[in-house]
């Protein structure tokens, strides 16, 4: 009965030094990621502080350019329409006049879009911070593997946010802003209409493009394969044509077809990443088999 006593009481002290080693364990996982967001927090207070500092340049040149007809996309679509022999597609004016109709209103503007410009230009460092977190959970193979994240995942937003500000907003912009169904209405868009359409296309267009990466992580995971989206090409196609539509509502087939491209080698350079894993995976299968 002694003997039986002692070894509850040795299996209680053992147990109880593993949970506390487990809680120990899970409050230092807290610590590191309260650091990693105190200093993600910091770096997007930095950015946010230098857009409104430099607001003037941001406002004048970057928020407001596609309202301009001298705007660099407007000025390549004239250069195309005249090699094409198709004057129709300089845009000479663009019809945008806006207004503030708020007391605070261009207050809380230069704060807001300070904000978003910060989170745009921090979105790098939030990787990288995001990468040291999940880096000690990996194995070397899996670091190895995973090594280049923050430099794939920092150009392919890069791309996006410039593909959706020079092509997808400013077309968008110099449709919807001429598009009228009657004389007798005038467009007068508010600003904060203004800002968050020229946002919402600029950073969504951003976040689309890192379909590689959700690919690379759902492939490792074995939620998808090569196999499964090549056989559902035919219906990524039709997605992709309708997602170009909607977000391009000019009714040329020019401007669909030019965002429509993009995203069709987006979705070829997922299906290579998916192989890619794909194969990985067979040779690491091959090799445990082998031994």
């Known amino acids: 009965m ?35 967001l105190i ?19 941001f406002y004048n040149t970057v928020i407001m350019g ?7 996309t407007y000025r390549m679509l004239c250069e ?52 040291l977190f999940i ?23 890069l791309l996006g946010v410039l593909f959706g500000y020079f092509v997808i907003t400013a077309m968008s912009l110099s449709f919807l802003a001429g598009y009228t169904v009657s004389d007798s209405i005038q467009n007068l868009f508010s600003i904060d209409s203004y800002i968050s359409s020229v946002a919402t296309l600029t950073l969504a267009t951003g976040a689309v493009f890192e379909l590689p990466i ?3 992580i759902l492939s490792t995971m074995g939620l998808l394969t090569a196999k499964f989206m090549r056989e ?30 993009p995203l069709f080698l987006l979705f070829e350079a997922s299906i290579f990443v998916a192989a890619a894993v794909d194969k990985r995976r067979q040779l690491k299968h091959d090799e445990l088999m082998g031994s």
Request: hydrophobic share 50%.
């Open 2 to 36: 002694s003997d039986l006593k002692d070894n509850k009481l040795f299996k209680a002290i053992r147990d109880k030094g593993t949970n506390l080693e487990s809680e120990m364990s899970f409050f230092d996982h807290l610590d590191a990621l309260r650091k990693h």
């Open 39 to 57: 200093r993600s927090a910091l770096a997007i207070v930095i950015f946010t502080s230098l857009a409104f500092y430099y607001f003037d340049f």
């Open 66 to 72: 596609p309202s301009k007809p001298s705007f660099w």
């Open 80 to 131: 195309l329409g005249a090699y094409l022999h198709r004057p129709g597609l300089c845009i000479d004016k663009i019809n945008i006049h806006t207004i503030n109709t708020e007391m605070a209103g261009q207050f809380t503007l230069q704060i807001n879009s300070s904000f978003m410009i910060g989170l745009a230009l921090g979105f790098p460092y939030l990787l990288y911070e995001v990468w």
């Open 135 to 157: 880096k000690p959970a990996l194995h070397d193979k899996e670091r190895k593997a995973a090594s280049g994240f923050v430099f794939y995942a920092s150009v392919l937003f």
């Open 214 to 216: 959700l690919i690379y």
């Open 232 to 261: 559902s090409r035919r219906y990524a196609i039709i997605i992709i044509l309708i997602v170009a539509a909607v977000v391009t509502p000019t009714p040329d087939m020019l401007t669909m077809t030019v965002v429509s491209i």
